[in-house]
């Protein structure tokens, strides 16, 4: 019974964050579920299996706040077709190749994605243009295909929706704006995260029983984070995001020295 309802307060927690952040929360998730059992005395999640619970999590999650944010015109649908179909398949194969790589080597792959992300977050940048409504965004498409392709596959191997690197590329690379960033990462994620999720499901690394847990918590909370993220200033999500990034890089790679 405590696992169920630690379970459920991380989904609760993870899922707020998704809908404030416009994350599919992996980046939360992860450490939530690898750390924290054995604190409460409960029994360890395996890496595996946690890269799958962040996976169903991630696209219910996101599949939530994404509703908000297209209902106030901060879904670019080209930006989410291009970059989402690119990274399907990518993802689709990161997926399967995860159930042959050893743990270790899947906790050091997302120690990078998490370090560079948070580098990424600390550029200066200006806040003007952030409130512009989609309809307004252009952007390179075959740079966007070639960083589809290309984190697709790293954030198949390691179960994550990848929303912490990708909004940072989409701000940093493609210059797309804060809030057009938040809401179209959303619906990129549930192309990444519903094909990790297919290969996770058939590789038999998604514990159903702990993953209705976990979404009971997830999907309210995301719409009420949502509902918080879109009264809550351009600039305050921006250090949010990269405080979370960052907290979340250092701990994995101290636990990776040690």
Known sequence: MVLYLFLWAAGSIVGFFSGLLGIGGGILMFPLLLYVPSLLGLDPIGVKNITGLTMIQGFFASLTAMFFYNKHNLVNKSLVLTLGFSLFMSSLTGS?????????????????????????????????????????????????????????????????????????????????????????????????????????????QVPFYLAVAILLGAIPAARLGSVCGRKTKAEYLRWLLALLIISTAVKIWADIFA
Do not use: N
């Open 96 to 204: 399967f190749v995860s159930k042959i790589v050893p743990d270790k080597p899947l906790l050091f792959i997302f120690g990078v994605l998490a370090f560079v992300a948070s580098i990424m977050m600390l550029i200066p940048r200006s806040y003007a243009g952030d409130e512009v409504t989609e309809d307004k965004v252009t952007f390179h498409k075959p740079m966007t295909i070639v960083i589809g392709i290309t984190i697709g596959f790293l954030i198949g191997l390691v179960g994550q929706g990848g929303a912490f690197i990708i909004i940072p590329l989409l701000l940093y690379v493609l210059r797309i704006p804060l809030r057009v960033a938040l809401g179209s990462t959303l619906a990129i994620g549930l192309f990444s995260s519903s094909a990790g999720l297919v290969g996770k499901i058939a590789t038999g």
